[in-house]
């Protein structure tokens, strides 16, 4: 016990004696074994570090993960979106006429079609709207434009049949009524619709069904011919008309 209180007063005095001589000089770091053995409050405390794990290093050479996402590709493509197209890069549509496939039910007609006009052509159970060929007199035949129907009804009626270089019958009627099985043979079409709108129908392409469906106004037809089983008119009126 009396021994460590010397070691203890000595250590003291060599310290008061060493003061002056350290006055003014910079500071040097303590001995590390000085400090570990006692009296560590004297001993500096160690400044605190962050401490930072070790990466790897990157190597260029090293081939990239297939499952990453390339920065450079382009977004990826929505299947359901739907593409623009640029309307001069599509393709014209086609002019070509549609097939006309003989139609062996009509009989055989003349070659110049009738002209007919009429204030308005309605329809009930209309089943459709085709291009065939029928017969003619001369032994050819010519497109028509076929309107098949449960029945057909026409008001103002007017019809002029004119042979080449002889003289025409012009039948006018009120109405003429088209029943059962009715189909009309026709070379072209000009009318409204019942909306009004402008219709121009010829024999290359059939129109569709829903411009028709609901009825014609101010109708002027080359008229092929028709067939029915029966067919009525109304206040009728014939005359005859020179040749031009």
Do not use: W
Request: charged share 15%; hydrophobic share 40%; aromatic share 4%.
């Amino acid at each position: 016990m009396i021994s460590r209180r010397l070691r203890v007063v000595g250590v003291l005095a060599a310290l008061v004696v060493a003061a002056p001589l350290l006055a003014g000089a910079a500071p040097s770091p303590r001995h590390t074994g000085f400090c570990d053995s006692f009296m560590s409050f004297l001993c500096p405390k160690p400044t605190p570090t962050q401490s930072t794990e070790p990466t790897d290093p990157v190597d260029p050479t090293a081939p990239a993960d297939p499952t990453a996402p390339d920065p450079s590709a382009p977004d990826p493509i929505d299947p359901d979106a739907e593409i623009p197209v640029d309307p001069e890069t599509q393709p014209p549509a086609s002019t070509e006429p549609v097939p006309a496939p003989v139609d062996a039910a009509a009989p055989i007609f003349t070659g110049t079609p009738a002209a007919m006009r009429a204030g308005g052509l309605s329809f009930t159970g209309l089943q459709g709207i085709s291009i065939v060929g029928v017969p003619t007199a001369d032994g050819g035949s010519v497109r028509a434009l076929k309107i098949s129907a449960d029945s057909i009804t026409i008001t103002g009626f007017s019809l002029t049949v004119r042979p080449p270089d002889q003289d025409g019958l012009v039948t006018n009627a009120d109405t003429m009524e088209l029943a059962g099985n009715v189909s009309v043979y026709l070379g072209s079409v000009s009318a409204s619709s019942m909306g009004g709108a402008p219709l121009t129908i010829g024999t290359d392409t059939p129109p569709p069904l829903d411009d028709v469906s609901p009825g014609l106004l101010d109708v002027t037809m080359g008229l092929v011919g028709s067939t029915a089983d029966s067919i009525h008119y109304t206040n009728t009126d014939q005359r005859i008309v020179a040749a031009e």
